[in-house]
């Protein structure tokens, strides 16, 4: 039964907390249709005002929010105003089973005078109320500590063309742009003309003018901005500024693994971009681990997503032939990887999270440590100090190495390399856990016995691409590094049905025996497979983090929208 305004009239003076604003308004295409609004802190309630009984009411939460607009109609004579709300709220999909996010609009005529500059005043106030509840909507997850991107956002969104499909444009522009311009988010748009220029810009930016950085692409973008940001003078406040990620390139593991961190129903492709155009646009920023790895020949990178030696570094370098089919192209390297399957000698070491651990089966101590490493090596790790750092950078290229945060191939031709040299003044994180790659590793580390492997994976996010669920409880800083490694003697069938299982994080129940997991802080990977042609040894793939090498999960921190 319909209320009177005389039983309205308390809810709307409770300070705020309901009925922070109460109207009645009509429909934008029908004058007949009436609708009474209701605004609190957390839903925006409508109902149609009709003289029917058993009246329902449509109530959009303000977590689903990301703006709201005052605006005039199309014809010029008419005096009233009037306001849209945005909504990206978790629907039925209409194909398929489960939930995915989809736009709704409401949008409301505001006559109260015939004074057209009243009603507008009116209707701006409606859209200042909505944007406000909204802000202080956002969502959050327990446990994870928050900060939020100056208001209003001055964003520049850096795209890359040929990622992918080559469809990242026209994502952007369907769908993106849109979003941004319904969250009153003011950008700049820069699309990128040839490998490391996102790198070039963000080493010369004035970052001062800037309250985010947004990479609409695949993982091998942000790679080139974390790592220009880091090689800047001012690297300690360059990667603090907030990072964004829209997917649009293949394999798009970061943009899964923050949709992933937002407890939101798995989705993939435009859903997926929706979903993180949707965060982006609510303007959350929280703490993401960065990866510090130090290459044989002593290059110093930043990772975010993973390292992978072996078969995965495989189909990942081999599959760029087919990257005008998009995600497929990993399924069709995986089956073709499959068919001639390899086996990688090399040694393999590592800290643990925890100081006292069970050794795993097949390992030792470190009491006898691999001598000074003869082939190519690289080591990560997470924990870093602050010294001058005079290690020269130079170029690598081939080694069955992929780091997932670029999917570029490092080449060595001037045009193509990767330079990270620096002044020996300038200051940079140092990696406290990890020996130099010419000293054996300490005691506190595991020396893995075997050295025939299959595939080496560390990855410090949840997901390795859209559809590949590797480390179902990661968090975006939990500070570890996530090592995978499978050894030789498993057959085709079973890592065919690990990957398989994968896609739902199931491969840790298939009771592999050849499938060792291990939760590491610091790692080091020499890969000693004589066999591999020059080429191949030249080939270095960067695609997010721990190569031959060092590689330690303590080294910094950035922002991530």
């Given at each position: ?14 300070n ?26 957390s ?43 945005y ?6 999909r ?8 989809q ?22 106030r ?44 026209q ?40 309250d ?31 990072l ?24 993939w492709?435009?859903?997926?971009l929706?979903s ?16 510090s ?10 990772s975010f ?21 998009g995600?497929i ?40 440590p ?21 290690s ?67 990855i ?22 996530h ?5 030789a ?40 497979t ?9 080939y ?12 330690s ?9």
């Open positions: 039964m319909e209320k009177d305004a005389g039983e309205r009239e308390p809810s709307r003076q409770r705020g907390v309901v009925g922070v604003l109460y109207g009645e308004f009509t429909d934008m295409l029908n004058d007949r249709d009436r609708y009474s609004v209701s605004l609190s802190d839903a925006l309630t409508i109902q149609r005002i009709s003289s029917s009984p058993g009246r329902t009411n449509v109530v959009f939460n303000m977590t689903d929010c990301v703006g709201c607009r005052a605006h005039r109609g199309p014809d010029s004579a008419d005096v009233g105003a009037y306001f849209t709300a909504f990206y709220p978790l629907k039925r209409w194909m398929s089973a489960g939930v995915a996010r736009k709704v609009e409401q949008c409301f005529r505001v006559a109260l005078v015939q004074d057209p500059l009243v009603n507008f005043q009116e209707a701006e409606w859209a200042g109320a909505i944007r406000d509840a909204s802000a202080r909507q956002a969502l959050r997850r327990d446990g994870v500590v928050y900060t939020e991107v100056r208001q209003p956002c001055r964003v520049m969104i850096l795209v890359n063309p040929h990622s992918g499909r080559g469809q990242a444009l994502l952007f522009t369907g769908h993106v742009q849109a979003m941004l311009t319904e969250a009153a988010v003011p950008y700049t748009l820069v699309i990128t003309e040839h490998q490391n220029h996102a790198r070039e810009v963000v080493k010369k930016a004035d970052l001062s003018q800037w985010a950085l947004v990479i609409m692409s695949g993982d091998g973008l942000l790679f080139e901005v974390i790592n220009g940001l880091m090689e800047r003078e001012d690297w300690q406040e360059a990667i603090q500024t907030p964004g990620i829209l997917p649009g390139g293949s394999g798009n593991a970061l943009a899964a693994s923050v949709h992933h961190y937002s407890q939101s129903p798995p989705a492709n435009e859903e997926l929706l993180c155009g949707f965060i982006l646009c609510k303007g959350l920023v929280g703490s993401m681990d960065l990866v790895i130090h290459l044989g020949s002593q290059q110093r990178l930043f997503l993973s390292l992978a030696w072996g078969f995965v570094a495989d189909v990942d370098i081999e599959s760029e032939k087919y990257r005008h089919v995600a192209r990993f399924l069709m390297g995986t089956l073709v990887r499959l068919a001639s399957l390899k086996v990688y000698q090399g040694r393999l070491a590592y800290l643990p999270v925890r100081e006292v651990v069970e050794l795993p089966k097949g390992s030792i101590k470190a009491d006898q691999p001598s000074t490493p003869q082939h190519p090596s690289f080591c990560s790790s997470l924990p870093c100090q602050l010294i001058p750092n005079t020269p950078n130079q170029n690598s290229r081939h080694n069955h190495n992929s780091t997932n945060s670029n999917h570029n191939t490092i080449n060595n031709s001037s045009n193509n390399s990767i330079n990270t040299k620096r002044p020996e003044s300038q200051r940079a994180p140092v990696d406290t856990l990890l020996p130099d790659l010419d000293q054996p590793v300490p005691e506190s580390w595991t020396v893995v016995k075997e050295e025939d492997f299959v595939l080496v994976l560390a410090y996010q949840s997901h390795l691409a859209e559809n590949l669920w590797t480390v179902p409880g990661a968090m975006a800083d939990d500070g570890m590094i090592l995978f490694y499978v050894t003697g498993i057959s085709r069938p079973a890592l065919l049905r690990l990957f398989l299982a994968m896609e739902k994080g199931g491969h840790l129940a298939c009771g592999c025996p050849h499938l060792v997991y291990e939760k590491v802080k610091a790692l080091r990977l020499e890969p000693i004589p066999q591999v042609s020059k080429e191949l040894l030249l270095l793939k960067l695609t997010s983090s721990i190569l031959s090498f060092h590689c999960a303590d080294v910094l921190a950035f922002n991530l929208i």
